[in-house]
T-cell receptor
Framework: DSGVTQTPKHLITATGQRVTLRCSPR?????VYWYQQSLDQGLQFLIQ???????AKGNILERFSAQQFPDLHSELNLSSLELGDSALYFC?????????FGQGTRLTVV | GENVEQHPSTLSVQEGDSAVIKCTYS??????FPWYKQELGKRPQLIIN?????GEKKDQRIAVTLNKTAKHFSLHITETQPEDSAVYFC????????????FGQGTELSVKP
């Protein structure tokens, strides 16, 4: 167990819908990262938050947004979902250099 | 932009043989290089890392080497076992700036008994 908790584990939704993925970082970690992993693909960096502020942005679609709350948990919001958004979404957290991943949320858009 | 290239994409070895996976990074300011192992449908797990002030690091059957000049780093697994079969990802970041991890494309390692 990495100490990073993601909910839900699985999510099935229809095209055009909006979903929210949640991540609770390890105790004491200030940074939260979101990654997307499509079938047979690598880990694509979406966005990073550090202590509530956006720190870095990757190839995140405009339909996607995220935030980190005062208690340091983070949410990734995906809207106007398309079939191609089906993927594993991972959250990771770190205090320093070492990042630890949650178990992921498997999103299926039908 | 920042990029990490990883080779090979697939690697098949016999149990007991060694496996080597190589990565090249583009951002010369990168100073932290972790390796993750991901089993099917599971989370990536950190197995070893190396920082830019070190050329080599070893942990039992796993070792990593770093060539800062060439911007190359490699993962070496000796005496491979079937349970080593997984996808391995290298990554690079500017750790002292709280930098994001940029991952390579992954190597699917298969260890045949």
């Amino acid at each position: 167990d990495s100490g990073v908790t993601q909910t839900p584990k699985h999510l099935i939704t229809a095209t055009g819908q909006r979903v929210t993925l949640r991540c609770s970082p390890r105790s004491g970690d200030l940074s939260v990262y979101w990654y997307q992993q499509s079938l047979d693909q690598g880990l694509q960096f979406l966005i990073q938050y550090y202590n509530g502020e956006e720190r870095a942005k990757g190839n995140i679609l405009e339909r996607f947004s995220a935030q980190q709350f005062p208690d340091l948990h983070s949410e990734l919001n995906l809207s106007s979902l398309e079939l191609g958004d089906s993927a594993l979404y991972f959250c990771a957290s770190s205090l320093g250099a070492e990042a630890f991943f949650g178990q992921g949320t498997r999103l299926t858009v039908v | 932009g920042e990029n990490v290239e990883q080779h090979p994409s697939t690697l098949s070895v016999q149990e007991g043989d060694s496996a080597v996976i190589k990565c090249t990074y583009s951002d010369s300011a990168s100073n932290y290089f972790p390796w993750y192992k991901q089993e099917l449908g599971k989370r990536p797990q950190l197995i070893i890392n190396i920082r830019s002030n070190v050329g080599e690091k070893k942990d039992q059957r796993i070792a990593v080497t770093l060539n800062k000049t060439a911007k190359h780093f490699s993962l070496h697994i000796t005496e491979t076992q079937p349970e080593d079969s997984a996808v391995y990802f290298c990554a690079a970041s500017r750790a002292n700036q709280g930098g994001k991890l940029i991952f390579g494309q992954g190597t699917e390692l298969s260890v045949k008994p």
